[in-house]
Structure formats: structure tokens, C-alpha cells
């Protein structure tokens, strides 16, 4: 199966600063996400992400908050901009379409703090 | 819109006793379905799933069966272990896109 990871594992950051989460896959997929789970909480969509064009967000999350790359088929970034305490959560990616399965596998995801 | 609910913790018991969380959707068209697993400090495993009615997904000794006229999705497992202690979550795919996810059973077995 394919190996899914996360870069930074986990941060402390200030508020007012950005940080940017990458997800990469060791195999081509379809379909990347973004997902947020706030402590405590479910897993919320923020976006697909789509390779070669602007990202596909879910009501409630903006570019501008949470710009989204994807420059090829096995990495995207997520950056959460201008962060406050509210943004602290476990942003996870997911894939897509390995091995043509129409099924999602989650990265170990980032645990964000903001002081 | 879709929705998932199931029901929420914690749910305590004893080893070896039969597990049932319940889990329900509102969907439109046919989804797929899926329980997901989340251990203590870990990430988003997929346990098990199932595409259309009356699927039978199974893992780890865990089933649950795609019931479409109850829309339904219950997880069961007949003798649980401390090692199944974790977040259980349900969720559906009904689009070309996203997951929904139900809010998370919190389960805790003690020996």
C-alpha cells in the first residue's frame, strides 16, 4: 500500500503567522483533501485539492484563510494564514484513487498549536 | 445535505463482551460507507467498508452490514479486546469529493 506523509509532524506557532503543511505520497493518486479536526471533534473538509488548478473549498473555509497547492500527482500543501488560537487542530491530507480504489487513506496528519 | 450520526461516548465495556455502535446517514443517490479508526496519538485508519446495499465489510473481527432500508451502517464485533480501545468514526461518500463524518464513538475496554 502506498505510504502517505506529513510535513511538520506537529508546531507551536504565534498568532498572526502562517504555516505550511505538505502532504506527500509515494504513488499517483486522483483525488488529494484537506481535512481539519478540531480537538475533540469530527473530521471537517476544508478543500480538495486539484492538480494543475485552483483548489475546490467547502462552505465556511476561503483561499484567502487556507491556500491549497498541488503542483503534481503526489504532493499538495495546505497553509494556514494569519493564524489565531482558533486554528489550532490536526490538519490531515487524504488520497484518493490508489490503485483505482475509490477509497481514502489519511496521512498522520499536523497537530497545530497557536499560542 | 449528507449527514451522518452515531452515537456518541464514551461507550465503556468489559473485555470479551459484543460491541454495537450504531451509525446512521441521510444521503442522497447511493453512498459508500465506511468506519474509520483512530488510535491514541495516531492517525485516520480505514477499518472497514462497504459500496451498495446489503455489503457485508469486515476487518479485524469487526463487520458491519450496508442496510439501505434502514439506512443504516452499525458496527459490530463479537469479543473485544483493550487493543480495539480508540475513536471509531462513520462516514459516507455520496460525491466526487469529500468524506462526511459522523462525530466519533469514543470506545474504552477494560480488562
Known amino acids: 500500500s502506498a505510504v502517505i506523509s506529513q510535513k511538520p509532524s506537529r508546531d507551536i506557532c504565534q498568532r498572526g503567522t502562517s504555516l505550511t503543511i505538505q502532504c506527500q505520497v509515494d504513488s499517483q493518486v486522483t483525488m488529494m483533501f484537506w481535512y481539519r479536526q478540531q480537538p475533540g471533534q469530527s473530521l471537517t473538509l476544508i478543500a480538495t485539492?486539484?492538480?494543475?488548478?485552483?483548489?475546490?473549498?467547502e462552505s465556511g473555509f476561503v483561499i484567502d484563510k487556507f491556500p491549497i497547492s498541488r503542483p503534481n500527482l503526489t504532493f499538495s500543501t495546505l497553509t494556514v494564514s494569519n493564524m489565531s488560537p482558533e486554528d489550532s487542530s490536526i490538519y490531515l491530507c487524504?488520497?484518493?484513487?490508489?490503485?483505482?480504489?475509490?477509497?481514502?487513506?489519511f496521512g498522520p496528519g499536523t497537530r497545530l498549536l497557536v499560542l | 445535505g449528507d449527514s451522518v450520526t452515531q452515537m456518541e461516548g464514551p461507550v465503556t465495556l468489559s473485555e470479551e463482551a459484543f460491541l454495537t455502535i450504531n451509525c446512521t446517514y441521510t444521503a442522497t443517490g447511493y453512498p459508500s460507507l465506511f468506519w474509520y479508526v483512530q488510535y491514541p496519538g495516531e492517525g485516520l485508519q480505514l477499518l472497514l467498508k462497504?459500496?451498495?446495499?446489503?455489503d457485508k465489510g469486515s476487518n479485524k473481527g469487526f463487520e458491519a452490514t450496508y442496510r439501505k432500508e434502514t439506512t443504516s451502517f452499525h458496527l459490530e464485533k463479537g469479543s473485544v479486546q483493550v487493543s480495539d480501545s480508540a475513536v471509531y468514526f462513520c462516514?459516507?461518500?455520496?460525491?466526487?469529493?469529500?468524506?462526511?463524518f459522523g462525530k466519533g464513538t469514543h470506545l474504552i475496554i477494560q480488562p
Open positions: 462516514a459516507l461518500s455520496s460525491r466526487a469529493d469529500g468524506l462526511t
Open positions: 485539492a486539484n492538480q494543475g488548478s485552483e483548489a475546490t473549498y
Open positions: 462497504a459500496t451498495k446495499a446489503d
Open positions: 487524504s488520497v484518493e484513487g490508489l490503485a483505482g480504489q475509490e477509497t481514502q487513506y
